[in-house]
């Protein structure tokens, strides 16, 4: 296995500084480079081989991991993929541009929700203009392929070019043909994996644009749900003895062919003499799907607000500017990355608010950022998976609930009882130990702290009672949970298709 110190990461290649264009900025003189961001679906901080998984291969993603800078304490914005996409484009914090849920603001329950949600909306306001459309300004060509989930039409949104993306947060009818509703797949071949024809339409996208800078936002269906992969990858992975951290066949499957296309995507950057100036960004939209992967030794996974479900993999290759097998221990968010690619791309940044600041300091060794925390609101609810005993609600995955993490120090309060968690991340990685009572003066501080963040940020706190919560109902709820044969009427409702197991 390896080491857990061998974390999380976000990936860079890029041209060599010598003459700097200005600033920490290190592009050549008159090069700017290419940039291929790749961005994976509910893909777990333990899910590729150099975060520690022992059954799950990823060789390609392992040896660019090696040749760049790990960040162990990157985080998404979101817990669950809409907001956290939101909020990556945009480069603000949700109560900026109201994305808190896919899909409704309440998924569950209503009689089990002591609050009234704050409904939020699920598209993407067009005068919020996103990293695409500022790099495309500064004489870019920007494509998408692959999900997208912020509104019917990426073109709206500064990208030239769209493959496969729209509204829909899955992959149209799974895996295989046919994809309903998904832009350029009405003719895909009867056998054809998904996963392949994105990464076959990357490569596409590189040999058209090779004489300009582009910029790809490949933003793989894989590995949310349902679990489908390629009847040859799954025959190899059921003949593997399990890990003891992973185990699962099709995931192990699936990880596998956006792997190999991430190879293939490599492949062609040498072949067309473009990897020195290409920057490539890897990272993942949130925490792994609990009931399939493992997140150990963090807590929790897609969809809470513990560990498991907001640490992503980040990685940053950049030969000449990153040093190779570096890493950094900073928390960073995603919001970071719009400032970062305008830097790196030459783009001036827009006029309006921007959460994140640029990593380049940090890449390139030259300097440390500004003190600040990590923030996040989650103002709705979100249903269970099933038995969730690692954490303490077994019916919701997430109630309404805020966040801040400054330095060690991270504070989680629950907005139906106002119960505040405090963990120092440091010394208790698996949020196990709460020292709301033995440190009440840092809870003080955080919870003061993350009251003057939501003020200034307009973050709105549900507070009004829900006239369907039935106390009643949900203790009897939580009880049949916590028997050991009780059927869970939580579950999301099974896939469309049998998959493997």
Do not use: A
């Given at each position: 296995m390896v080491p857990l110190r061998a974390v999380a990461v976000f990936l860079l290649t890029g041209s060599i500084a010598t003459d700097w264009v200005g600033g920490s900025s290190p592009i050549r003189a008159g090069e700017r480079p290419n940039v291929l961001f790749v961005f994976l679906d509910d893909f777990g901080w333990r899910d590729a081989g150099f975060m520690g998984s022992d059954f799950y291969e990823t060789p390609h993603l392992d040896r660019l991991a090696a040749q760049g800078m790990v960040f162990t304490d990157a985080y998404a914005n979101a817990s669950n993929c809409a907001p956290s996409r939101a909020c990556l484009l945009s480069g603000q914090y949700t109560p900026r541009h109201e994305i808190y849920n896919v899909g409704t603001g309440l998924r569950g329950d209503p009689r089990f929700s002591r609050l009234k949600h704050i409904a939020g909306t699920q598209t993407l306001r067009t005068d919020i203009r996103t990293w695409a459309d500022v790099i495309r300004d500064a004489g870019y060509a920007t494509g998408t392929i692959g999900k997208w989930h912020l509104s019917h039409d990426p073109l709206a949104y500064g990208f030239d070019f769209n493959f496969a993306g729209s509204h829909s947060g899955s992959p149209p009818r799974g895996y295989f043909p046919p994809h309903p509703g998904a832009p350029g797949l009405a003719d895909a071949p009867a056998e054809e994996y998904l996963t392949d024809r994105l990464n076959d339409e990357a490569i596409g996208f590189i040999r058209r644009h090779r004489d300009r800078p582009w910029l790809l936002y490949l933003t793989h269906f894989a590995v949310h749900t349902p679990l489908e992969a390629k009847p040859d990858l799954l025959a190899k992975y059921q003949k593997k003895p399990p890990g003891e951290l992973h185990s699962s066949v099709v995931m192990a499957a699936m990880i596998e062919s956006v792997d190999e296309g991430i190879g293939r995507i490599v492949g062609e950057l040498e072949r067309l003499?473009?990897?020195?100036?290409?920057v490539i960004?890897?990272?993942?939209?949130?925490g792994g799907y609990g009931p399939a992967t493992s997140m150990s030794p963090l807590k929790g996974y897609k969809g809470t607000y513990y560990e498991g479900g907001i640490r992503a993999p980040f990685f940053v290759k950049w030969p000449g500017v990153v040093p190779a097998g570096s890493r950094c221990e900073v928390p960073i968010i995603h919001v970071d990355l719009f400032p970062t690619l305008c830097e790196i791309t030459g783009a001036t940044l827009p006029d309006q608010p921007l959460d994140?600041?640029?990593?380049?300091?940090?890449?390139?060794?030259?300097?440390?950022?500004?003190p600040r925390a990590l923030f996040w609101h989650f103002p709705a609810y979100l249903q269970g998976y099933s038995r969730n005993d690692q954490q303490r609600d077994p019916i919701f995955r997430s109630r309404p609930c805020g966040v801040v993490r400054d330095g060690d120090w991270k504070l989680l309060e629950d907005f139906e009882t106002g119960e505040l968690e405090l963990y120092n991340l440091r010394r208790d990685i698996g949020e196990s130990d709460n020292l709301v009572n033995t440190d009440p003066g840092k809870a003080k501080e955080m919870h003061k702290r993350l009251v003057a963040w939501r003020r200034a940020t307009g973050a709105p706190v549900p507070t009004v009672p829900n006239p369907r919560f039935d106390p009643v109902a949900e203790g009897r709820e939580r009880k049949r949970l916590a028997s050991p044969d009780g059927r869970d009427e939580t579950s999301p409702r099974p896939d469309s298709r049998p998959v493997a197991p």
């Open positions: 003499h473009l990897s020195e100036r290409t960004v890897f990272t993942s939209d949130n994140g600041v640029s990593l380049l300091p940090l890449l390139t060794k030259s300097g440390d950022l500004p």
